[in-house]
């Protein structure tokens, strides 16, 4: 098993920039693929970034492409979403996955979740 803890979410302005960090516990972190889902208000969860376990593969949601980056630093149990040109709609509570080596948009596939954290995205 994995314990995700998450930090970074905020209120941030209409084209910002803001960071999210997810460590994870344990020694096995490099074995799990990570993910990042969101959800907001009266919307179901969905999934927005994933990364493999060594990190050479990504996918992205078409509404963060180019916008939001997902990578990893193994030796430090991290996983990172860098989100720029950020947009009200962007606005949700933010959850870190792992999952044994699968890579995966769906969250039922995910095995551990973080608690969230809140990103605001003001007009």
């Known amino acids: 098993q994995v314990q995700l803890v998450e930090s970074g979410g905020g209120l941030v302005q209409a084209g910002g920039s803001l960071r999210l960090t997810c460590v994870g516990s344990?020694?096995?972190?490099?074995?799990?693929?990570m993910a990042w889902f969101r959800q907001a208000p009266g919307k179901e969860r969905e999934f927005v970034a994933a990364i493999s376990v060594s990190g050479s593969s990504t996918n992205y949601a078409d509404s963060v492409k180019g916008r939001f980056t997902i990578s990893r630093d193994n030796a430090k149990s991290t996983v990172y979403l860098q989100m720029n040109s950020l947009k009200p709609e962007d606005t949700a509570v933010y959850y870190c996955?792992?999952?044994?080596?699968?890579?995966?948009?769906?969250?039922?596939?995910?095995?551990?979740w973080g608690q969230g954290t809140q990103v605001t995205v003001s007009s």
């Open positions: 996955a792992a999952v044994l080596w699968r890579l995966s948009t769906n969250p039922l596939d995910y095995d551990y």
């Open positions: 344990g020694r096995t972190f490099g074995n799990y693929v």
